[in-house]
């Protein structure tokens, strides 16, 4: 079953009226990500500026061969 859903006054409001009864676990997934008012949306670098440079002892090829090194599929031709 899918249902759609708002929220208002902090709280979720379907748009269709459910009979699902009390305690019933829902899994919610949010369709359009508003960002809050004053906070802007992180760019991927942003996001995951920790990361960039921590990758050590990586093959010279490993950008090209990726696929090769990931699955173990033949490397390319180069």
């Known amino acids: 079953m899918m249902l759609e859903a708002r ?3 902090g709280q979720i409001v379907t748009d269709e009226p459910t ?3 009390e305690g019933t676990k829902l ?3 949010v369709v ?5 008012q004053g906070q802007s949306r992180m760019s991927f670098v ?4 920790h990361l960039i440079g921590k ?3 990586l093959p010279a090829d490993a950008s ?5 090194y ?3 599929v033949p490397k390319k031709d180069s």
């Open 55 to 57: 990758a050590e002892n």
């Open 7 to 9: 929220i208002e006054n």
């Open 46 to 49: 942003e996001r995951f500026q």
């Open 32 to 36: 359009q990500d508003a960002p809050s």
């Open 70 to 72: 990931l699955y173990g």
């Open 64 to 68: 090209v061969q990726l696929d090769h």
């Open 19 to 21: 009979n699902l009864p």
């Open 27 to 29: 899994r919610i997934e």
